[in-house]
């Protein structure tokens, strides 16, 4: 009999935002605008422990669902109470509030002991499951960080679970496919990431839910070690509207407009993609090596930046060339000068900025490398190529961490995409990806070495492997960054240290966030963004080989298959025609599909490749190779042609680079008409044939 506890969120509604949920000053959501719901992936969560307990016909288990929030939090455990869950505990106290996920995942899985104590009467048979992520944070990182801190197996990313020979085989996502896998031990934490069987509320039962008292602990019961603003170890130092999209996002009528779209558009040419954020800034410069010593152009904040600039001007005009020349008297005409846009204190801690030229951070610029099958992960070179750049104005070296078995064939090529130094972890253990032996691995190295930045790829490998390292390590780390850039913040004694721009609120935000509390800074960034340099096989680096004690009790997860794309595919072809679940079947997805290729290739005169998204692959409609997206291939073609696919941000990571992409899709709210150039409103089964003809004929 296994016991469930179920982690339920309260967050805004994304999917109703309008324009005035937002303050245009600052960026930042008026809350109060929005209606609080139930992550929708965590009544995932609910839904599928619902159904591990009844397909392992488990009379006795308990479902308890736990949430941690403000008071009105209540709501998602009646939901959950309403639907399956028998018991509900609410953390709930203002000393929590402000936290990041350190802060989040820590007083977590604090309530979780105390669950285990109070409810479960120590009996560790238990799953704590949760959704992959939240609307709202979108990192992915409280499971795994909750995993890390309890020291259970975690299996994120749970599509499926099948109860056999009394244990449950979970199907999970990969980079480049699926897998199953059984935890060796339990209690174990599962991340659910789609789970399509809802739950709904009986009456007698929605009565009895909205009846029950809820078990509600402070701060005080749980005793967690990070809480609340204090315990976090990142702050959120801007909060922006994201950048208008170039893309033209033009209606169009029918086959004949679109066929010509489709000729222009691969004549013309349309210039790359607009998802890119990791636009090249002012690239920094150390304060040693400016040109003039009271230069302050590169705070992190434009208001910082203009108060420096105040200063420095007025420091030129006192003829000041030495902040310890400056008394009383030169204060006080500082102050009067700037007329109340800072005060004495401030003034002080500016003054106290000029004396700073180390940088606060120490050591080398690092990637967690990712790889299977002998192969670098393309994400890993790009995030080398970001490295180099920080390395560089950092005056510092980059360090690749790559943990496997006989690996060194690899170093040789991280050399020649910018590294400097490789730190080769080998051991048998580490053949296959396994998250606990990998974390121990990885962290051990790090904190060997402590380099200043540790930047990992946002894939479901990096984004459940880098939540553990930080949290082992005791550092904080920000997730799915599109932007990386080094920044001081003299005034706070901080220098050179990096800044971390990501998406957020379901990309409605752009949130721009600075370690703290921390002796090294980490970030997961997402694929396609950063640029890989062109490989240069006459670099030279140097191999340090760190070997880590690891022994069979490390390996959490027992692998019971993998499933991989094999086979070649073109993806380098000008034109990728994709198909999605709304192609319907494999004979449709082929007969469409072929067609077009066949009448766009003619009429082109070039090699036209089929792509998917990773719902029409899990429907067998094509091969897994020929997957699109963050867990398939990322691909920049001339032109992208989605053709019932709906528009998921993984998928769309996967064609960022795309010089033109053209949806069809029948659903006239299709989120993916707000990403493409050019769409057409109609069946894939009516609109390509017309298209067929019109390619053909004109
Ligand atoms: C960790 C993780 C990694 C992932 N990696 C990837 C990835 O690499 N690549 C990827 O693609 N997805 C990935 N996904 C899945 C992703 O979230 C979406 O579930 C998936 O992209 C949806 O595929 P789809 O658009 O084909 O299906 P759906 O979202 O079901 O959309 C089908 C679309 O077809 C339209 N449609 C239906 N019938 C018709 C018709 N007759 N004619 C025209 N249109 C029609 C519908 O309106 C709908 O918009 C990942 C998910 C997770 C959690």
Known sequence: MSDYIVLVKQVPDVTQITDNAFDHETGTLIRTRLASVINELDAQALAFANYMKKTSNDQKGKIIALTMGPPMAEDVLRYALSRCADTMVLLTDKALGGADTVATANPLAFAIRKIVKDILKCDNDYYVVTGMQSVDGDTAQVPPQIAEELSLPCIAYVTGAEFKNSRFELTRIISGGSQVATPRKLPAVITVARHEYPLFAAFARARWANKTEVIQWGSADIKATHIGVSGSKTSVIRVFPPGKSTRKRQQVANAQSLAKVLVDSFTAGNGKSDLSTDAQTLRYILPKKRAYKFDRSFEGTKKEQKDYEILTNKLKELGITDVSQVDEAGREKILTAVEGRFHKKALEDMLNGFKLTETSFKGEVWIVAE????????????????????????????????????????????????????????????????????????????????????????????????????????????????????????????????????????????????????????????????????????????????????????????????????????????????????????????????????????????????????????????????????????????????????????????????????????????????????????????????????????
């Open 371 to 698: 790889h299977s099958g002998g192969a670098v992960h393309p994400a890993t070179f790009e995030l080398i190529g970001k490295a180099r750049d920080l390395a560089d104005s950092l005056e510092t070296r980059v360090g690749v961490a790559v943990a496997g078995y006989e690996i060194e064939p690899l170093a040789k090529e991280l050399i020649a995409a910018g590294a400097d130094n490789i730190y080769l972890i080998e051991d048998k253990l580490l053949k296959v990806f396994d998250p606990a032996a990998h974390r121990k691995a990885i962290a051990d190295c790090v904190s060997t070495y402590w380099p200043q930045i540790v930047l990992y790829a946002a894939t479901p490998q990096g984004r459940m492997l880098a939540p553990m390292v930080s949290y082992s390590v005791g550092c904080g780390l920000t997730a799915d960054c599109t932007g990386l850039d080094i920044r001081d913040n003299s005034r706070n004694g901080l220098v050179g240290s990096l800044l971390q721009t990501r998406p957020a609120l379901g990309g409605n935000v752009m949130a721009t966030i600075r370690t703290k509390n921390s002796r090294s800074q980490m970030a997961t960034a997402r694929p396609g963004v950063m640029k890989r340099l062109p490989s240069d096989n006459s670099r030279t680096g140097n191999i340090i080989k760190h070997k880590v004690q690891l022994s069979d009790e490390d390996i959490s997860l027992e692998i019971l298959k993998t499933e991989l794309g094999t086979g070649e595919v073109s993806f380098g072809a000008d034109v990728i025609v994709s198909g999605g679940k709304g192609m319907q079947n494999r004979d449709s997805y082929e007969r469409l599909i072929g067609m077009l290729c066949d009448g766009l290739s003619k009429k082109l005169d070039t090699q036209v490749e089929r792509g998917a998204s990773r719902a029409a692959v899990e429907q067998g409609f094509t091969e897994r190779v020929h997957q699109v997206g963050q867990t398939g291939t990322s691909i920049g073609p001339k032109i992208y042609i989605a053709l019932g696919i709906s528009g998921a941000i993984q998928h769309m990571i996967g064609v960022a680079n795309t010089e033109t992409i053209v949806a069809i899709n029948s659903d006239p709210n299709a989120p993916i008409f707000k990403q493409c150039d050019y769409y057409i409103v109609g069946t894939v089964e009516d609109t390509i044939p017309r298209l067929v003809q019109v390619l053909e004929t004109e």
